[in-house]
C-alpha cells in the first residue's frame, strides 16, 4: 500500500514509516561517516609514504653526491651509479 493512495492509513502506521526511514538514513549517515574515516586513514598513510620514498632519494642523491659522483635525472644513470657504488665497496672488503 503505498502512502499516497487514497486509503486511510493510521498515524501511528505513517509515522512508523517515517520513524523506519529516518532510522535507515541515520545508519547510512554513521556508514559513510565510518568510510569516510577510513579513506582519511589511507590517504594519511599514503601522504607518509610519500614523504617517505621522497626522503629516500634525497639521502640516496646526498650519499651518491658525497662520493663524488654527479646524480643526473635519468634513472638509468643514477641506477649504474648505485651499481659502481656498491660494486666498489665490496672490493674494498
Known sequence: MSMFSKAQVA????RSRFQLILD???HAYK???HAA???????RDLEKGMKFA???R???????EETGAKVTS???NIESQIREIFAGRSEAK
Open 11 to 14: 498515524p501511528q502506521q505513517i
Open 24 to 26: 535507515d538514513m541515520d
Open 31 to 33: 556508514r559513510m561517516e
Open 37 to 43: 574515516e577510513l579513506f582519511n586513514s589511507l590517504i
Open 54 to 56: 621522497d626522503q629516500f
Open 58 to 64: 634525497v639521502d640516496l642523491t646526498h650519499a651518491i
Open 74 to 76: 635519468d634513472p638509468a
